[in-house]
């Protein structure tokens, strides 16, 4: 529509300004390089008219679950008023509302219907280990189903799969490949609560940080930080219990939110300082943010956590574990640009107890830490690079001093909205032991969409 309307007032331009044209007439380049920018800019506004359509279409969507929840509690009208009502011309029907799957409109029963979500993450590695067969191959990463809809004016329900492939590789060389469905979150979300508050109850990902909120396929590299993984676990901390956050009220009038979460101190068979599904619960987490916009097009992130947990199923064994995350993000003021940046890091500290293969219990201190830097080049490609160091918190057999650290640029080419390919190259230097190891890998990442399109954190792009 932008287009026609552009190419319908261009003539009438031109013509207006007919006397000037011919004084000072552009050439065909110059035409054709004004047409090219033009062209640009509506292309520029078509993508905000879409993402303003969507979010237009979620507010519909939730205004009308508050009005069946008020048209379900609302009292009988007196006699009079139903009498009037009776009487009086039939009201205009309603368009079908954006939940409604037939062209005749099914009402709200539509409106808690889930929307279904399909993900398909595909990659390959090359790495200069060439004798492992894990590395050197390409692999389905995970296929993920999501499922989401409201069941209540109060409450939405969050049901996500996942079928993830793991390569191992054993002793003498041969690998072992494994599928398996899980659940890798399962909740309820309260999110009317008084006073800014919310409850989720049951399996989620845990708000340690920004990355570890995350879900595979929305990372913004191939693969998650070292230092996440070494102390929360290859796929990052998700247990089940309850969350409860506030938006806390301030004389500065800024985003806070507090978030208090009291689950399983499992956290699921790969989290490496929770103790393990025979562990003492429960565990403690907390977490405060800050946002807050800092120009026309800027903001900036701030949070810190606090984990409190128990390492084995003796409560003697415990853990304490902080950490520190900021992001900066920055878009250019004119869309038609398609420039944007993002700086982001956490910090992770832990001192847990552990009881070490040579020297029995003992008390164990250890950091981690990650950054990036990327940036839109256009409006489908974003390239950016990684910094990653961590030591372990949880090995019972390598040294205090062992760390593991690497340097990853990579670049990103959205196809369309629901398409996205990446490669990234890693170099990666290790010491385990009195071991000094290096790597240099190369990942292919391929990820497919289809479906409602859920809604991923902001500061992930598309």
């Not at 008023?81 to 009776?86: D, K, L, P, V, Y």
């Not at 640009?337 to 020297?359: I, P």
């Amino acid at each position: 529509m932008l287009r026609w309307i552009i190419g319908c007032a261009l003539p009438a331009v031109y013509c207006a300004g007919g006397a000037v044209a011919q004084e000072r007439a552009p050439s065909t380049d110059q035409l054709l390089e004004q047409l090219r920018r033009l062209n640009e800019r509506v292309e520029g506004l078509e993508v905000r008219h879409e993402a303003d359509q969507q979010r237009i279409l979620n507010l519909e969507a939730r205004l009308q679950q508050i009005e069946d929840g008020a048209t379900d509690q609302k009292q009988q009208k007196p006699d009079t008023e139903r009498q009037t009502a009776e009487t009086s011309p039939p009201a205009p029907k309603a368009p079908p509302g954006p939940f409604d799957l037939s062209a005749s409109g099914l009402g709200a029963a539509n409106a808690y219907n889930p929307q279904m979500t399909v993900f398909i993450d595909t990659g390959g590695s090359l790495s200069s280990k060439g004798s492992n067969k894990a590395l050197n191959r390409f692999n389905l990463r995970e296929v993920e189903l999501d499922l989401r809809a409201a069941i209540s004016p109060q409450a939405d329900g969050v049901l996500v799969l996942a079928i993830p492939e793991e390569i191992e590789s054993g002793p003498d060389g041969d690998i072992e490949i494994s599928r398996s469905l899980e659940i890798e979150e399962a909740f309820v979300n309260f999110h009317t609560f008084p006073h800014d508050t919310a409850l989720k109850f049951g399996k989620f990902r845990s708000p340690f940080g920004r990355n570890n909120l995350l879900h595979t396929h929305d990372l913004p590299q191939v693969t998650r930080p070292l230092a996440l993984q070494a102390f929360l676990g290859p796929e990052g901390l998700s247990s089940t219990g309850a969350s409860f956050s506030w938006l806390v009220p301030n004389p500065w009038d800024q985003y806070v939110e507090l978030t208090a979460e009291i689950i399983n101190a499992d956290g699921g068979e790969e989290a490496p300082i929770l103790g393990g599904p025979n562990a003492d619960n429960p565990a403690l987490l907390t977490h405060l943010k800050l946002f807050r916009d800092v120009a026309v097009t800027s903001s900036i992130e701030a949070g810190a956590t606090y984990l409190y947990t128990h390492t084995t199923e003796d409560h003697e064994f415990d853990a304490n574990v902080f950490g520190l995350d900021a992001a900066y993000t920055w878009t250019h003021p004119d869309p038609g640009k398609f420039r944007s940046f993002l700086l982001q890091g956490e910090v992770y500290y832990a001192r847990n107890d552990l009881v070490h293969a040579w020297f029995g219990p003992t008390r164990n201190s250890s950091l981690g830490a990650y950054a990036f830097a990327q940036y839109q080049l256009d409006r489908d490609w974003y390239v950016g690079l990684r910094g990653d160091y961590t030591e372990f918190p949880n090995s019972a057999s390598r040294r205090s001093d062992d760390w593991d650290a690497a340097f990853s640029p990579y670049l990103t080419w959205y196809v369309t909205e629901f398409l996205r390919l990446r490669i990234e190259y890693q170099h990666r230097l290790r010491e385990i032991v009195g071991d000094h190891d290096s790597e240099e890998a190369l990942s292919l990442q391929l990820t497919g969409v289809f479906g409602s399109h859920p809604a991923h954190p902001y500061w992930v792009h598309r």
